[in-house]
């Protein structure tokens, strides 16, 4: 797996490439063809497995990208900032429709009265000001919980790919694992915060896709985590 290209042109080939796998990813992992992105992305299917020589590295790699889209656009500094300074701060990255849908994948969110009121996310009175760096982690967090629930294949190359020594997909994990932190981190000033709050959306997208959870309570359930952490780090 050859890493990503530096010269310009070939750099945009590169992109165009994730570009087109963006729109087969929200299909799911059977439906990313490497010859069909490849067709659409009007390049050599040479060139794509030069690159990305299997379907999940190609979703894994997508993923990655969106990640490092989201950290840049949430943080100024961070390195790639200036080449996604197309990416606005508050749309989702590359790849994900903006907004979510009113249910869970084939079957219509359910808003219960009585559990929607203990997961409300809306903090007792307190101060607007303290609320907003939550605001801002929710934003990033949720971001993160639709590209993997909106995107099928990218939740289905997680949990197929595993770690092991000295492999491209392991590198791919790495990095995917290190951007999502990084981008959280922007927000919550905490790495562990970070993690848990990741780990959460892991256990919220499972929750989701096993309909366990509607969608609209795993999104209170990740807002009031959110809401939480940050009052816990404001406090200690």
């Known amino acids: 797996m050859a890493p990503p290209p530096a010269l310009p042109r070939q750099r945009l080939r590169y992109t165009r490439i994730l570009d087109v796998a963006a729109g087969f990813a929200r299909k799911g992992l059977d439906s990313v063809v490497l010859s069909e992105v490849a067709a659409k992305a009007d390049v050599p299917l040479g060139t794509l497995y030069r690159y990305f020589p299997s379907a999940t590295q190609l979703v894994?790699?997508?993923?990655?990208?969106?990640?490092?889209?989201?950290?840049a656009a949430n943080d100024p500094a961070a390195p790639g900032a200036n080449a996604a300074a197309g990416v606005?701060?508050?749309?989702?990255p590359a790849g994900v429709a903006p907004g979510a849908p009113a249910g869970t994948p084939g079957r219509p969110a359910k808003k219960s009265a009585g559990r929607a009121a203990g997961r409300s996310a809306t903090p007792p009175a307190a101060n607007i000001k303290d609320n907003i760096p939550a605001q801002a982690v929710a934003g990033v967090v949720m971001e993160i919980f639709h590209m993997r629930l909106m995107q099928p294949a990218v939740e289905q190359s997680l949990n197929?790919?595993?770690?092991t020594k000295d492999t491209d997909t392991t590198k791919l994990l790495r990095e995917i694992d290190?951007?999502?932190e990084k981008a959280v981190t922007a927000v919550t000033g905490d790495a562990a915060i970070s993690r848990v709050l990741l780990l959460t959306v892991t256990g919220?997208?499972?929750?989701?896709?096993?309909?366990r959870l509607s969608l609209f309570e795993a999104e209170e359930d990740l807002k009031k985590a959110c809401?939480?952490?940050t009052c816990s780090r404001r406090a200690a």
């Open 204 to 211: 919220l997208v499972q929750s989701v896709r096993c309909r």
């Open 178 to 180: 290190s951007a999502a």
């Open 60 to 71: 894994l790699a997508l993923y990655r990208k969106q990640l490092t889209e989201l950290h």
């Open 160 to 163: 197929k790919a595993v770690y």
């Open 227 to 229: 809401f939480l952490l």
């Open 88 to 92: 606005l701060p508050t749309g989702p």
